[in-house]
């Protein structure tokens, strides 16, 4: 499975931004598909992901009531809309799949995902 991940720029607070993620290869299989993000001397993250045959969703409460995943099967694409950005969300934000099944916990952990993207940076200025 590649992913390609997209959309990123420089914003000011209180703006908005819509990342994608074009998943290619072999999708079958895919359980949960998420976003990350790294911010400068920081760890991975993990900010939201939803289940790739159906439309859970889950998300870190920072980032609740501003961001929306979604996904497209049938364009193999995910998308993450994020809205009124604060400069806390500046980072580089990665896309990634899994092929696992928790048992209906929901994969946080980046070491539980097995395919990534290369990553989008989003800059948001105060």
């Known amino acids: 499975v590649q992913l390609q991940a997209s959309g990123g720029g420089v914003v000011q607070a209180g703006g908005s931004l819509r990342l994608s993620c074009a998943a290619s290869?072999?999708?079958?299989?895919?359980?949960?598909m998420g976003w990350f993000r790294q911010a400068p001397g920081k760890e991975r993250e993990f900010v939201a992901a939803i289940k790739w045959g159906g439309s859970s969703t889950y998300y870190v409460d920072s980032v609740k009531g501003r961001f929306t995943i979604s996904r497209d099967n049938a364009k193999n694409m995910v998308y993450l809309q994020m809205n009124s950005l604060l400069p806390d969300d500046t980072a580089v934000y990665y896309c990634?799949?899994?092929?696992?099944?928790?048992?209906?916990?929901?994969?946080?952990?980046?070491?539980?995902?097995?395919?990534w993207g290369q990553g989008t940076e989003v800059t948001v200025s105060s």
């Open positions: 990634a799949a899994d092929r696992t099944y928790y048992g209906g916990v929901w994969p946080t952990k980046a070491r539980q995902y097995d395919y």
């Open positions: 290869g072999r999708t079958v299989g895919i359980d949960y």
